[in-house]
Nanobody, 118 residues
Framework: QVQFVESGGGLVQPGGSLRLSCVAS????????MAWYRRAPGKQRELVAF???????NHVDRVKGRFTISRDNDKNTMYLHMNSLKTDDTAVYSC????????????WGQGTQVTVSS
């Protein structure tokens, strides 16, 4: 059974940094296209970044240059390093298999709340 546990969110001031973690079980991340998604209040879930089995990282334009997706194969854990945070980055962040490859996901973990506010 696939399970994702996200952590690392919190309250941070604009310009600050956070590192989110996604611990996976029931799936080998190094063999999977994985992604970070976020859902802001009142908005639909959107893609933030994805990483290929080969380790190639891809980021949407809104976060390019500020966020970095990465993976630790030994720990079967994926990360999202977030720098220069803006108020618009406030959202619940979740990890999952990349829907563009695997189709719409039915299972989602609890996510982790990121709030950027002064």
């Amino acid at each position: 059974q696939v399970q994702f546990v996200e952590s690392g969110g919190g309250l941070v001031q604009p310009g600050g940094s956070l590192r989110l973690s996604c611990v996976a079980s029931g799936i080998v991340l190094s063999r999977t296209y994985m992604a970070w998604y976020r859902r802001a209040p009142g908005k639909q879930r959107e893609l933030v970044a994805f990483i290929t089995p080969g380790g190639s990282a891809n980021h949407v334009d809104r976060v390019k240059g500020r966020f970095t997706i990465s993976r630790d194969n030994d720990k079967n854990t994926m990360y999202l390093h977030m720098n220069s945070l803006k108020t618009d980055d406030t959202a619940v962040y979740s990890c999952n298999q990349y829907e563009a490859i695997y189709g719409k996901r039915d299972y989602w973990g609890q996510g982790t709340q990121v709030t950027v506010s002064s």
